[in-house]
């Protein structure tokens, strides 16, 4: 594997596909764009004859796929994850159509991994799994007959990124050239910022984890917007972590929480109707 060449630095990620059928047409689709990187979350039926079948002699790609027990585990060491789905999205990313994402994926490709994630073939992905990726792609189809089934979803997008691969070998001649900025956390670092956020806001008396809303799922989203380095998410943890050494050390300095506004503040009532609503909504 060429480590300067994009496309080793993509994934293709199915998760939870049904058919075997379909995973060997995927792993057909990839080999005739150039990809070679597949993951396997939770495959019904893996390996299976009819996959190698449906494969056509991609048998290469079948024999190396990973197969992992959970999303996270498949995403980890990427910088960058594309969720590919049709349905529109509450609180989602930023969307982008094929086009437009392929580049997005591969311009990170200077920095690390990066993965491109399709949902089971029924439901597609779930809103959890949409979540845990910074972008969303979608196939601008015909909108009166939009089903694509896994194997060409994977295949419009394995030419998109293909073409953009191309694109970017014609006009940077120094893939190695990082850009500006430090380096891009992974999908590792930024878990874990987000579980670190939400034990403080759940310690400091802000989350309610009996009624946590989508306060999470904002801070997803902000954090997806933010494209985060890896010397921010340690800034951001240490300020955590210094929160939580001092609430430890004195938690009567701390009676300030979203149920217990400071009777002193005049605007408290006022304050204290509009946190309860950002944590509702």
């Known amino acids: 594997m060429n ?7 993509v994934r293709v ?3 939870h596909p049904s058919h075997p059928g379909n995973i060997g047409a995927v792993a057909r689709a990839m080999k005739t764009m150039g990809l070679d990187s597949l993951y396997l979350v939770n495959p019904k039926t893996f390996p299976d004859k009819e996959a190698e079948r449906r494969a056509a002699g991609a048998w290469d790609i079948l024999n190396n796929a990973k197969v992992c027990s959970n999303l996270d585990e498949a995403l980890s060491g990427t910088i960058l994850a594309a969720a ?48 845990k990726c910074q972008i969303i792609i979608h196939i601008p189809a015909n909108p009166e007959y939009s089903s694509l ?11 998109e990124l293909r073409m953009a691969c191309m694109g970017l070998l014609e006009t940077t001649p120094a893939l190695s050239t990082p850009r500006s900025g430090g380096a891009t956390a992974t999908f590792d670092e930024i878990e874990l910022l987000y579980a670190h956020l939400e034990q403080v806001a759940i310690s ?11 306060l999470m799922q904002r801070m997803r989203r902000l954090f997806a917007r933010a494209r985060l380095e890896k010397e921010e998410i ?18 009567a300095a701390f009676p300030l929480t979203p149920d217990a506004p400071d009777p002193d503040t005049p605007d408290a009532p006022r304050m204290q109707t509009k946190l309860n609503n950002d944590r509702k909504s």
């Open 13 to 15: 990620v199915l998760s």
């Open 149 to 159: 089934n896994l194997a060409s979803a994977v295949q419009v997008m394995a030419y």
């Open 84 to 131: 590919v789905t049709a349905r529109p999205r509450d609180l989602s990313p930023e969307v982008f159509d094929a086009r437009r994402g392929a580049l997005e994926l591969i311009d990170h490709t200077r920095q690390g991994q990066v993965a491109v994630v399709f949902g089971t073939e029924m439901s597609g992905l779930t809103t959890l799994e949409v979540s």
């Open 204 to 214: 400091s008396g802000f989350l309610d984890p009996q009624e946590p809303k989508r």
């Open 234 to 251: 340690n800034i951001l943890r240490g300020i955590l972590s210094a929160c939580e050494k001092r609430m430890q050390a004195n938690p």
């Open 3 to 9: 480590p300067s060449y994009p496309l080793d630095k």
